[in-house]
């Protein structure tokens, strides 16, 4: 009985150690990008709206991360400033050479059981602002500067808030951000409507 329980005790021991060599490897590496990217740089610095690398925000389901064609298409011409910025730059259009994807880390993300759509609520004129914050601003980005925590109660803050509209869009000022179809000047117009998201759980629990 006593070799039972001492070989259980060490067959737990074991099993604790195994996830927690994986959890602290994953914890480890969780943020670290495969290039070190700045948003500040790119959408701040330079303007670039979210849309021209994140081409599927307003096509899709998700918002996708940029090719390495995509990076290479400006990288090809643009070697960077700095002596930082240029080492990253050689590292991408290494990828491009060996015609490798750029193996990006996702850290804004919801769980497999639940149905996001960035086209949905681009089309009605939803800023990337509104759930990622003033991302043109971070240089890195992690999950402990996120914005929003993603979850379901503060997507229901949302969804059961009215949202002024004209002509079908979420009325506010025109962002750089976006890439979609926007109301010019809605901010100063009067709202010809209102917006009420969804409370139907099959509609994001599908």
Partial sequence: MKDMRSKLK????AVFWVMFGFLSTGVADEFT?????SHKTHAGTNEIPCE????????SINSGAPSVESCIGCHSVVEGAKDDQKEEIKKAIQYWEKRQPIPWKKIHDVPDFVHFSHKRHIKVGFDCTECHGDI?????IS???MFADLSMGWCMQCHTKNHPVVKGQVSGPIRQTRGGAIVPGSVNQTPDGSLLGSKDC???HK
Avoid: N, S
């Fill in 10 to 13: 060490m067959l737990l021991l």
């Fill in 33 to 37: 990008q495969p290039i070190a990217f």
């Fill in 52 to 59: 021209f690398c994140h081409t599927y925000a307003r096509r």
């Fill in 136 to 140: 043109a601003q971070i240089d890195v």
């Fill in 143 to 145: 999950m402990k500067i």
């Fill in 202 to 204: 099959y509609v994001c």
